[in-house]
């Protein structure tokens, strides 16, 4: 990190302490309950369409299936001999699909623990999935966007985008678009109908780790290694509205709460941090030292409707469920 970062994150540690005095009547946080079972660093949480179950799945190459209902009741769905990185669970087949390193998807009844399908889409890792109606998209290590009908797992299309890895995507029901995110710090949005490019641009000085379009679909916000927040317009032609050092090192993850006033941020300096969605405002910081936090880097975030409940995967093998109440 660069001498003038050192000195603006030392700047956002004194207001990180400021916020914390001045929300602490606020803002609620607790922590409910400490998943155990995974033997490696979990990766990837997924949301099934029940706000109360959801999934998991990491360096163990296993698959589990969690029910807040039920602390620490994990049920093995699968169990691939690599990492897995990315999880979707897909609505309309209600059929997840696992992101296996170094051997493409594998297609996955979750209710009868079976596996449907698998194609080998690439030999480097997968990093992100989602899916559009059907059409399935798929990020690659290679530097490919590869789009895959999911009703017979044909190929639709590969689009080589850069040299470096793609970390993730995001896409925008508004405006019919998606954004992906890649290690060669730059950000693609492209037309969904046709998938012809539209933007392409410098976001960040390091890699694009996480990207969401906010509700309502006017601004895109992106999370990088860079340890920054930068939030673009879309009607804008993606220009920079604002920009924030957030964390000490790189941002994970970020996940939009339920009413989408807010949202959290992941990083790997081992904290959660919880902003105001409309200012970009920090809120709250989760910690080791304050509220009992992971004790390695936090790799990735979901905020469940069960109870307002921010689920949080990381390195040390566990994942934890935070109970966040706004006052």
Same mark, same amino acid.
């Given at each position: 990190?660069?001498?003038?970062?050192?000195?603006?994150?030392?700047?956002?540690?004194?207001?990180?302490?400021? #916020?914390?005095d001045?929300?602490a009547?606020?803002?609620?946080?607790?922590? /409910?309950?400490?998943?155990?079972?995974?033997?490696?660093?979990?990766?990837?949480l997924?949301?099934?369409?029940?706000?109360?179950?959801?999934?998991?799945?990491?360096?163990?190459?296993m698959?589990?299936?969690w029910?807040?209902?039920?602390p620490?009741?994990? /049920?093995?769905i699968?169990?691939?001999?690599?990492?897995?990185? #990315?999880?979707?669970?897909?609505?309309?087949?209600?059929?997840?699909? !696992?992101g296996h390193n170094?051997e493409?998807?594998?297609?996955?009844?979750?209710?009868?623990?079976?596996? +449907?399908?698998?194609?080998?889409?690439?030999?480097?890792?997968?990093?992100?999935i989602?899916?559009?109606?059907?059409?399935?998209?798929?990020?690659t290590?290679?530097?490919?966007l590869?789009?895959?009908?999911?009703k017979?797992? /044909?190929?639709?299309?590969?689009?080589?985008?850069?040299?470096?890895n793609?970390r993730?995507? #995001?896409?925008? #029901?508004? @405006?019919?678009e998606?954004?992906?995110?890649?290690?060669?710090?730059?950000?693609?949005?492209?037309?969904?109908?046709e998938?012809?490019?539209?933007?392409e641009?410098?976001?960040?000085?390091?890699s694009?780790?996480?990207?969401?379009?906010?509700?309502?679909?006017?601004?895109? %916000?992106?999370?990088?290694?860079?340890?920054?927040l930068?939030?673009w317009?879309? /009607?804008?032609?993606? @220009?920079?509205?604002?920009?924030?050092?957030?964390?000490?090192?790189?941002i994970?993850?970020? !996940?939009?709460?339920?009413?989408g006033k807010?949202?959290?941020?992941?990083?790997?300096?081992?904290?959660?941090?919880?902003?105001? @969605?409309?200012?970009?405002?920090?809120l709250?910081? %989760?910690?080791?030292?304050r509220?009992?936090g992971h !004790? @390695?880097? +936090?790799?990735?975030?979901?905020?469940?409707?069960?109870?307002n409940?921010?689920?949080?995967?990381?390195?040390d093998?566990?994942?934890?469920?935070?109970s966040?109440?706004?006052?």
């Amino acid at each position: 990190m660069q001498d003038h970062d050192f000195l603006l994150f030392n700047e956002l540690q004194r207001f990180d302490t400021f #916020a914390y005095d001045m929300t602490a009547n606020k803002i609620l946080v607790q922590k /409910q309950h400490t998943f155990a079972g995974h033997n490696d660093c979990v990766y990837t949480l997924e949301p099934s369409n029940q706000d109360h179950l959801f999934f998991s799945a990491g360096g163990d190459g296993m698959v589990v299936l969690w029910d807040l209902l039920k602390p620490n009741e994990g /049920q093995l769905i699968a169990k691939l001999p690599n990492s897995i990185y #990315a999880l979707h669970y897909h609505s309309d087949s209600e059929l997840l699909i !696992a992101g296996h390193n170094y051997e493409g998807i594998h297609v996955l009844n979750w209710k009868e623990k079976t596996e +449907v399908a698998s194609l080998k889409l690439t030999k480097a890792p997968i990093f992100d999935i989602t899916s559009v109606d059907n059409l399935l998209l798929v990020c690659t290590g290679d530097g490919e966007l590869v789009t895959l009908n999911l009703k017979n797992l /044909q190929l639709v299309g590969r689009l080589i985008l850069s040299e470096r890895n793609i970390r993730c995507i #995001a896409v925008n #029901a508004e @405006t019919k678009e998606v954004a992906i995110g890649s290690s060669d710090n730059k950000i693609r949005v492209f037309d969904l109908q046709e998938m012809q490019l539209k933007y392409e641009w410098e976001a960040h000085t390091n890699s694009v780790f996480t990207l969401r379009y906010l509700p309502g679909g006017n601004y895109l %916000i992106s999370g990088s290694r860079d340890a920054r927040l930068k939030v673009w317009d879309v /009607q804008g032609g993606y @220009t920079k509205v604002n920009e924030v050092v957030a964390h000490l090192f790189a941002i994970n993850h970020l !996940a939009v709460s339920p009413d989408g006033k807010h949202f959290v941020t992941a990083s790997m300096d081992k904290s959660i941090k919880v902003w105001d @969605t409309e200012t970009q405002r920090l809120l709250k910081v %989760i910690d080791r030292s304050r509220y009992a936090g992971h !004790a @390695t880097s +936090v790799n990735k975030l979901w905020w469940s409707g069960h109870e307002n409940q921010v689920i949080s995967a990381s390195d040390d093998r566990t994942i934890s469920i935070w109970s966040i109440i706004f006052e």
